[in-house]
């Protein structure tokens, strides 16, 4: 590791934080309905929105019809982004003339961005026209985070709130949080993005000359345009001199914002925020990583404002953070540290002022290797899914923190409002592992953790598991899955349960080397995004509801204090605990294997 | 295919709305 690279990684961590109290304190005065400075803008917006949807802001609900809203939004959104990829050929913003997208490449899609997963199976810029990308996916980044938001405020309601029936208005939250917090967050950050140089237009892609023609190799085709073969069978390869690149384009800009704020993460262009017309700038690439973690850290200060109890917010914060800085250290030093292979050739590998050293492999060279590890440990540890290098060549160590960052469950951060629920479904686990220890009712923030609370929970931690492990599982299994494979062996089964572990936690990001755009993989990666977000957020709000209904309890001398680094470290320890035994067998084939591989002697 | 996009998020749907009928029995149990 080099001192400069650990230097930025320290730079990061210590600007995220310093953003936690502001924005968080204003999200807090948001959902508690305070008079915020953007009231005078947005206000009359808001009441606007109330007045033509017919919804009474001061009617509130249970939690049924509140998660009857959430997931009938969710839905509605799919559809829409389903049709407008079907019928894009018929519609305008299409300057490339692109086709209809195959139905269960839609299907795949309009899940993974309803879901907040953003998993692509498709290729951005030969895909997706421009209306299909503004008003299907970047719509549904604001719905989806919006959603997550939304869900997560209820179930700070339901600590809060004393023998209630009611959660709050679904429509609010959710309005609230588009109108409020992600849109002039994303506004800002839009046009600091194209004032660096991130591409916002509705051009048609424009033809350069090359300044140095490249000769690649093309398949030799027959005059009725089958594939010439030699005599083994293999196909027969001619050069081609390329003189001209096509350079795509479109509204990026605005769709990057939202993309990274969201934690949603889904790439305007194929290779996501490797690209320069999405990520051209070293400030570019700092703010954008900057945006992945900012709300999901700063929900953590909300949440301790809306519990009357700030110590709260930061304990579960400091839990994140105790995950997350290991592992940012680690994926870093098996990056830097590089290919003992290549040692061997005698390749310098060695960081200095000419070069970043270490696994350049798949890594862009204006971002070096500690931008790549602190982008790669970010978005995984976000439920965000966005790249800037590509995780499938990371070394295996390397890769490996990515990937178990999205096993944990997305709690470490995680999704926007969907990471701090998920890590509150965590902390009702570990206080009743604590009042198993002591022989007493255990208690969260003043209410009674009973036995439907504890299921709820259960659910919301098993699920995701079960839709990695049994996904994965039933793809090595299955010919038309394993066949997308382009590395046979352990890397391979790496890709899979990488492919899984991401869409079953609404993560998106991809290991690439897996043809993933195929109907298996696009209906069972589809299904295991749809099951680890509404399957998670039904009993999310069905504990809220339980817990809004129940009275307070007094804290006593046996009441466990949730705010000391005792409680974070039960809590940092149900969280790997609970990842360590359910994933490290999988892993152990994977990544571990190929670690072990890579440094044995033959 | 469109058939199956439709029957898988049908499926889907189904086993959501049956979760969620779940969660609220369960709670009414306890």
Redesign the interface.
């Known amino acids: 590791m080099t001192g400069q690279g650990l230097l930025q990684l320290a730079l990061y961590v210590v600007a995220l934080v310093l953003l936690v109290k502001p924005l968080g304190a204003y999200m807090a005065a948001v959902f508690q309905g305070e008079r915020t400075f953007m009231a005078p803008l947005l206000g009359p917006v808001e009441r606007l929105i109330y007045r033509l949807s017919g919804v009474d802001p001061a009617r509130e609900s249970d939690w049924k019809p509140y998660a009857f809203g959430a997931l009938l939004v969710n839905l509605l959104g799919a559809l829409a982004v389903y049709a407008l990829q079907r019928l894009q050929g018929f519609l305008p913003l299409n300057p490339q003339g692109l086709a209809a997208v195959s139905p269960d490449s839609s299907f795949n899609t309009a899940v993974s961005f309803a879901t907040n997963t953003n998993w692509q199976g498709y290729a951005g810029e030969a895909t997706m026209s421009y209306l299909t990308q503004m008003l299907g996916l970047a719509v549904q980044n604001f719905l989806s985070a919006a959603s997550g938001i939304a869900v997560l405020i209820a179930l700070t309601r339901g600590f809060t709130r004393r023998e209630a029936g009611q959660i709050g208005n679904f429509w609010v939250d959710f309005t609230r949080s588009t109108l409020y917090v992600l849109l002039p967050l994303s506004f800002l950050l839009a046009v600091v993005l194209s004032a660096q140089g991130v591409v916002q237009s509705f051009a048609p892609y424009q033809q350069a000359t090359l300044v140095e023609p490249v000769v690649i190799q093309v398949p030799a085709t027959n005059a009725d345009g089958t594939p010439q073969l030699d005599a083994s069978g293999a196909a027969v390869t001619k050069d081609q001199t390329v003189t001209e690149q096509t350079l795509p384009l479109g509204p990026a800009a605005s769709q990057v914002a939202i993309k990274q704020l969201g934690t949603n993460g889904g790439g305007f262009f194929n290779v996501n925020s490797a690209h320069p017309f999405e990520n051209p700038t070293p400030l570019s690439n700092f703010l954008e990583m900057l945006a992945i973690l900012l709300i999901p850290a700063a929900l953590c200060y909300t949440f301790g404002s809306m519990v009357n109890d700030r110590r709260q917010g930061w304990a579960l914060l400091a839990a994140m953070l105790v995950i997350f800085l290991p592992l940012l250290v680690g994926a870093f030093a098996a990056e830097q540290a590089g290919n003992p292979r290549f040692e061997a050739l005698g390749v310098d590998q060695a960081a200095s002022a000419m070069q970043p050293g270490g696994n350049m492999e798949g890594k862009e060279t204006r971002f070096g290797i500690a931008n790549s590890a602190l982008w790669a440990t970010a978005t995984t540890a976000a439920s965000n899914g966005s790249v800037n290098a590509m995780h499938d060549s990371f070394t295996p160590l390397g890769g490996l923190v990515p990937m178990w960052l999205m096993q944990l469950g997305e709690v470490v951060f995680g999704g926007v409002g969907s990471g701090l629920y998920g890590m509150l479904m965590f902390a009702v686990i570990a206080v009743f592992i604590a009042g198993l220890m002591v022989g007493r009712t255990p208690e969260y923030l003043g209410k009674k953790i009973e036995a439907y609370e504890v299921k709820m929970a259960a659910v919301v931690l098993l699920v995701p598991c079960v839709a990695v492990l049994l996904g994965t599982a039933v793809a090595v299994m299955t010919p038309a899955a394993t066949t997308s494979v382009a590395n046979p062996g352990v890397h391979g089964f790496s890709e899979i349960l990488y492919a899984f572990s991401s869409a079953g936690n609404n993560n998106g990001s991809a290991f690439a080397g897996l043809s993933a755009n195929t109907p298996f993989y696009n209906f069972a990666l589809g299904i295991a995004m749809w099951v680890s977000r509404y399957w998670l957020m039904i009993p999310v709000l069905a504990i809220a509801g339980s817990l809004a209904a129940k009275r307070a309890t007094a804290v006593t001398a046996g009441t466990l204090p949730t705010h000391t680094p005792l409680f974070v470290t039960l809590l940092v320890i149900t969280v790997l605990l609970v990842g360590a035994l359910t994933f490290l067998p999988a892993l152990a084939l994977g990544p571990i294997v190929e670690h072990l591989q890579l440094h044995g002697s033959h | 295919?469109?058939i199956?996009?439709l029957l898988?998020?049908l499926a889907?749907?189904g086993?959501?709305w049956a979760?969620?009928r779940l969660?609220?029995r369960?709670?009414g149990q306890?």
């Open positions: 295919m469109e199956l996009v898988v998020t889907l749907c086993a959501t979760l969620f969660c609220d369960l709670r306890s």
